[in-house]
């Protein structure tokens, strides 16, 4: 270890045993590895702790050396926030994957922080009740990182983000010390919400360890429908009578360019057009009831019926089987994936208020191909919620490298546009390293000042995942 005393890193090998670490060129690269490609770590150790009691003599023994730790979840991240520099330690919690309860009876779920998504959601289903979060890595991420990050994914609209779907953690703290604040409350007004400070704070403030989970019923039912529509306008209007005629029932309504479509249905394998109908613009959407008795078909076939007439649809068809259902959702999901086979796309993870979703897209597109002429817009999702994924791909007769260059440049004009319009530059997938910068510029001086007393309060040292979401200066790390 060149950067690393040796006694720390002995006092961690004796602690954790042969299972708890490596240094192996191998295990080290694929976690130092960010899963977009934007940056690189370049830790010398990673650590795999077993229990919380290991997470929090690991973190002493750091901290009585001043080294600083990075937390990493499933390293599904999009922004840098679970990468580590030479002179920092990784820490995975992958061993500390139990889902430790259901409760039938208080609808929770507890569980440690290196549970896979699929994990809690699978088990949750086999006492016939759900965990609703559902992003398109379930089967990798664990949800100490959905934590970490306030995860959100397609049922936002419905059940809301992971802040909302968690009642309790347990954390372990820059010192070393352990909060147990695993709780089945639904309501506790006994003083600041310590929870809501570590959820979404990216590992910065403390090791997320276990959480107590919300659990609802299992659907019963499930109607989904694949929509062409005239514009995003449209899409919008329908949403709010989608939500008056159906009772909010609807769990999912995602928006989706002509451009999204056809990279999915080309380049994925195995994936069917769900309409014959040219459109601009398509909308997913999915409702469904946990009532014993339901029809919600007839209830779709009813809205959309009326949006036709009205003028907010032009074309749709139902699912009428699983699978049929299941090619409409993997044509929404393989849209990140289908991105990379048309080149270089630059990548906005904004939200805006439902009602200003349509003006963003316009103002955007017209922008981005003022910047850079022949760009091609790739928008899509979680309209429901006004999450875009505003993403461009690259001019067709451009160079990827040169393409790329211009991501500040094009993300500065869209995130211009999204602060007029009183949205957010990151919805769901965090701050990290890659807008630290531009949340301090652009946050309201009052809340970034906040921000860094927190962090200064809670990690004095500025040991746990420094330089991420928030910076102050420290000689070392």
């Known amino acids: 270890m060149s950067f690393l005393p040796d006694a720390a890193i002995d006092q961690l090998k004796d602690l954790l045993g042969p299972k708890g670490f490596s240094m192996e060129s191998d295990v080290l690269a694929a976690h130092n590895a960010e899963a977009r490609g934007k940056f690189e770590g370049h830790a010398e150790i990673i650590l795999f702790p077993a229990s919380t009691e290991e997470v929090a003599k690991a973190v002493a023994i750091c901290a009585a050396h001043d080294i600083a730790i990075v937390p990493q979840g499933g390293n599904t991240g999009r922004c840098g926030g679970a990468v580590a520099d030479s002179k920092q330690v990784l820490i995975n919690l992958k061993r500390m994957n139990r889902v430790i309860e259901i409760d039938e009876r208080d609808f929770t779920a507890t569980v440690e922080a290196g549970a896979i998504l699929q994990t809690i959601q699978e088990a949750a289903e086999k006492h016939d009740l759900l965990f609703p979060l559902s992003l398109g890595a379930e089967g990798t991420c664990q949800i100490g990182g959905n934590l970490a990050t306030n995860a959100g994914g397609l049922n936002v609209i419905r059940y809301g983000n992971a802040r909302d779907l968690c009642l309790g953690l347990e954390v372990v703290l820059p010192d070393g010390t352990v909060w147990n604040g695993l709780s089945k409350l639904r309501k506790d007004n006994t003083g600041y919400d310590l929870r809501d400070l570590f959820i979404g704070a990216e590992g910065t403030l403390g090791i997320i360890t276990k959480a107590t989970l919300k659990l609802f019923a299992q659907p019963k039912h499930i109607a989904t429908a694949w929509i062409a529509v005239p514009s995003p306008e449209c899409a919008i209007d329908l949403l709010a009578l989608a939500r008056r005629h159906t009772g909010d029932a609807i769990a999912a309504f995602e928006l989706i360019s002509s451009f999204a479509h056809d990279l999915s249905v080309t380049y994925l394998k195995g994936l069917t057009r769900p309409l014959a109908t040219k ?90 191909d003022a910047l850079i002429p022949g760009i ?13 994924h505003f993403n461009f791909t690259q001019p067709a007769t451009m160079d990827k490298q040169a393409y790329l260059a211009q991501w500040e440049s094009l993300n500065s004009v869209i995130h211009d546009i999204v602060a007029e319009l009183g949205g957010s530059i990151s ?28 962090k200064k309060v809670l990690d004095v040292e500025n040991l746990l995942n420094p330089d991420k979401v928030v910076s102050f200066e420290h000689p070392d790390h």
């Not at 091609?376 to 875009?388: A, E, L, S, T, W």
Request: with cysteine.
């Open 279 to 368: 459109t601009n613009w398509h909308v997913l959407i999915e409702l469904t009831s946990s009532r014993p008795k339901d029809d919600l078909e007839t209830l779709l076939v009813d809205l959309l019926a009326q949006a036709v007439e009205i003028g907010l649809a032009t074309d749709a068809t139902l699912a009428q089987s699983e699978a049929q259902r299941k090619n409409l959702w993997a044509i929404r999901e393989g849209i990140p994936e289908a991105q990379g086979y048309e080149g270089g796309s630059i990548k906005h993870d904004v939200s805006v208020p439902v009602s200003k979703v349509a003006e963003l897209l316009k103002r955007g597109m017209s922008s981005a």
């Open 376 to 388: 091609r817009p790739c928008p899509f999702g979680h309209v429901g919620d006004g999450n875009i």
């Open 427 to 454: 919805a769901e997938h965090g701050i990290g390293q890659l807008k630290r910068d531009e949340l301090a510029l652009r946050a309201d001086p009052v809340k970034m000042r906040l921000l860094k007393k927190i």
